[in-house]
């Protein structure tokens, strides 16, 4: 299977019931006819569920029809008023069309996506969770699951951006083709008229070229899905926070359109509210610590820690947190075999491992005080994340800190210090390893590979990694 992700892809947002990307009754800030529970909240079983409007007869009270008082019949039966009951139809909703079965359900299979060079230590990831069948393609993973590990997936990777469960594959060789089979998914299956979706396209080595296009051509069948269905109601888009998002993939004119089953990006985890300029993924900094090899035993420092992201993903990984704890809304709840019970039981299960972080082992340092002030915000979100220890310091002030593992994203040209003399700082920094951790193991990640050469230091690995659009370098110091 290609690779069913996408990267910088387009969103198909625009042009909803209310105008382009409009937060429908679905949206955040109260809905009226939202899932029972508030928002994001354990969604009940699909028997459980209202009836959804359009299912359940005709609208109106048909009452009571009026009768001629002329008293003669007429020979033919009495004109019926208006409201009168009309004839049951044949219900032309639920005879004809062949709707296409979500191929994720015949399969088990699903897509996981990851930045570019994570994709070995993705698999063994996805493996240490319960994934089978894992085969890796550039940026992502495919692999089979069963419904209890999809949902502890999603719930604790660390290293994952997003799952993907896929619904439909097909050729489409043109626009009309990918309306047409977009159409053929029986989309009320899966999200009601009062929930919000929206669409992301990658595409590549296809017929259809424009991401923004392609979205927007499935965006408007699955509206005229619904269209068809409801009396021409329509779910509303809502490219910021939908209830649903559907990714569609395009490769060699071979689509395939799945649910996000994430729910966004898991790189969002809720515990960063607030950021330096330049800060690390989330994802990012869960790698480094795992490529660091931590065993969550050996004492960790951040010396120009920012916002913390370093030291919260080391605490999640020390207090075996999952690192969505703090998400409420996952897209699998949106899955047409969603079952509540399960997740109920995952959840459970893997919060009862939340540990201890033992005091004193994680901890770090920023010489500016605001960026300390929100690493403490940023991990007393995380389970006893306020034990966090952290300091106002410049790291050519710190004191020793031998046989340490030291994680570090210093700051680059680009965004951050543009006036100062970039190899005269990183060269102080290399004399701090070099001088003041001896016995430690040190695994910066430069934002600028150029600088690499400017600590002065022997590298024992340099790896490529990309954030956030910039080509870094995470390198390895052994220190004696
Ligand atoms: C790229 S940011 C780190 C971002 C961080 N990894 C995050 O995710 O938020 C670099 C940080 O280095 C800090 N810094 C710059 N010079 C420093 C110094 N001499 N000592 C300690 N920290 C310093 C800055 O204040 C900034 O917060």
Redesign the pocket.
């Known amino acids: 299977m290609s690779n069913p992700g996408h990267d910088g892809g387009s969103r198909g947002g625009s042009g909803g019931r209310n105008g382009g990307g409009s937060r429908g009754p679905g949206g955040r800030g109260g809905k009226p006819g939202g899932r029972p529970g508030g928002k994001g909240g354990d969604r009940p079983n699909r028997s459980d569920r209202p009836d959804r409007p359009g299912r359940s007869g005709r609208p109106g009270n048909p009452g009571r029809p009026s009768r001629h008082t002329s008293g003669k019949p007429s020979g033919r039966p009495p004109r019926r008023p208006d409201d009168a009951p009309r004839p049951a139809k044949r219900d032309r909703y639920t005879t004809q069309i062949d709707r296409v079965e979500p191929l994720y359900l015949k399969t088990n299979t699903y897509f996981a996506q990851i930045a570019g060079g994570l994709e070995e230590l993705g698999a063994k990831e996805l493996a240490s969770l319960g994934a089978t069948d894992i085969n890796i393609i550039n940026r992502g993973m495919d692999f089979k699951a069963d419904r209890e590990t999809l949902y502890r997936i999603n719930y604790r990777s660390r290293l994952i951006t997003r799952v993907l469960a896929p619904v439909h594959k097909f050729r489409a060789e043109n626009p009309e083709a990918l309306y047409l089979e977009t159409k053929r998914i029986d989309w009320t299956n899966i999200f009601r008229l009062d929930q919000t979706f929206a669409v992301f396209a990658n595409l590549s080595h296809s017929n259809i070229d424009h991401s923004h296009f392609a979205s927007l051509k499935v965006k408007d069948a699955v509206a005229d899905m619904f269209r068809k269905r409801y009396r021409q109601a329509r779910p509303n888009v809502d490219s910021d926070d939908p209830d649903l998002w559907i990714a569609l993939h395009m490769y060699d004119n071979e689509a395939t359109l799945s649910i996000d089953c994430s729910g966004g990006s898991l790189h969002k985890r809720g515990y960063r509210q607030q ?6 993924q989330e994802t990012l ?1 869960a790698a480094i610590i795992e490529i660091s090899g931590w065993d969550g035993k050996q004492k960790l420092y ?9 030291l919260s993903e080391a605490w999640i990984k020390a207090g075996n947190i999952p690192a969505q704890t703090l998400r409420r809304k996952f897209g699998f709840m949106m899955l047409p075999d969603y079952d509540r019970r399960v997740w109920v039981k995952v959840k459970f299960e893997e919060e009862n491992k939340i540990k201890l972080v033992r005091g004193g082992l994680i901890r770090g ?4 005080p605001k ?1 300390v002030k929100m690493t403490r915000g940023n991990n007393a979100r995380l389970p006893g994340g306020d034990e966090l220890i952290v300091k106002t ?4 002030d710190l004191p020793d800190m031998e046989n340490h593992l030291i994680v570090c ?4 040209g680009v965004r ?2 543009k006036d100062e003399d970039m190899a005269s ?1 990183y060269g102080q920094f290399g004399d701090f390893l070099k001088q003041k951790c001896k016995g430690s193991q040190a695994f910066i990640y430069f ?1 600028d590979r150029e600088l690499v050469g400017t600590v002065g230091l022997k590298a024992s690995m340099k790896m490529p990694i990309r954030n956030g659009g910039l080509d870094g370098r995470l390198v390895w110091y052994e220190l004696y």
Do not use: E, H, Q, W
């Not at 951040?302 to 370093?310: A, F, K, N, Y």
């Not at 340092?365 to 500016?368: A, G, K």
């Open positions: 950021a330096v300029d330049a800060p690390i900094a951040d010396p120009m820690c920012g916002s913390g992201t370093l340092s920023d010489v500016d960026a310091k410049d790291f050519r994203n210093p700051p680059y951050l210090m700082f934002g």
